[in-house]
T-cell receptor
Framework: EAGVAQSPRYKIIEKRQSVAFWCNPISGHATLYWYQQILGQGPKLLIQFQNNGVVDDSQLPKDRFSAERLKGVDSTLKIQPAKLEDSAVYLC???????????FGPGTRLTVT | DAKTTQPPSMDCAEGRAANLPCNHSTISGNEYVYWYRQIHSQGPQYIIHGLKNNETNEMASLIITEDRKSSTLILPHATLRDTAVYYCIVRVPRNSGYSTLTFGKGTMLLVSP
């Protein structure tokens, strides 16, 4: 079965610019997650969707980050405007509902200069 | 929320067993222990999980102490491809009704020839 797909793999932008990341989860997986991983740290959950509804966005900086999952399949994470501290790898994961086994994509490495 | 403590790094010779410890002394009765690993430049990968009993799958074995305050992940015959950061995670219940995974810094396991 195909894994979680993410694009782009790498992105370099200047501070105050905007950027968007795309994720296509494993077919049939109802739950989708976005994580932020800063260098040297473990992934931190930003937002969790169940189908196209938000389950948990308590750690999402809502003044600059937004995410959507239209039609309960693909998802987009946006940052506007970006700050230097947003430099990180953004990981997307999906699961089939019981949150004991999450499948992760390869991530998007964002560098903000 | 239960926290986990892991050594920052460990070394293992190829072909030998790798035993990765994790302390979770504040774990509550309904919380599970999960292990994920992250190979360089990849997303995390699920390994195994357990509640009370020892568990084994094709990748590893999980030994949980009787008081559940600590556990050990065992890779029986480590290979160079097992070099990765290993995360011990206790599932944290959230108000939303869905449990999420909170990653710490993990243990960097280096397998050498």
């Amino acid at each position: 079965e195909a894994g979680v797909a993410q694009s782009p793999r790498y992105k370099i932008i200047e501070k105050r610019q905007s950027v968007a990341f795309w994720c296509n989860p494993i077919s049939g997986h109802a739950t989708l997650y976005w994580y932020q991983q800063i260098l040297g740290q473990g992934p931190k959950l930003l937002i969790q969707f169940q189908n196209n509804g938000v389950v948990d966005d308590s750690q999402l900086p809502k003044d600059r980050f937004s995410a959507e999952r239209l039609k309960g399949v693909d998802s987009t994470l946006k940052i506007q405007p970006a700050k230097l501290e947003d430099s990180a790898v953004y990981l997307c994961a999906s699961s089939s509902g019981v949150p004991n086994e999450q499948y992760f994509g390869p991530g998007t490495r964002l560098t903000v200069t | 929320d239960a926290k986990t403590t892991q050594p920052p790094s460990m070394d293992c010779a190829e072909g030998r067993a790798a035993n990765l410890p994790c302390n979770h002394s504040t774990i509550s009765g309904n919380e599970y222990v999960y292990w994920y690993r992250q190979i360089h430049s990849q997303g995390p990968q699920y390994i195994i999980h357990g509640l009370k009993n020892n568990e084994t799958n094709e990748m590893a074995s999980l030994i949980i102490t009787e008081d559940r305050k600590s556990s050990t992940l065992i890779l029986p015959h480590a290979t160079l491809r097992d070099t990765a950061v290993y995360y011990c995670i206790v599932r944290v219940p959230r108000n939303s009704g869905y449990s999420t995974l909170t990653f710490g810094k993990g243990t960097m396991l280096l397998v050498s020839p």
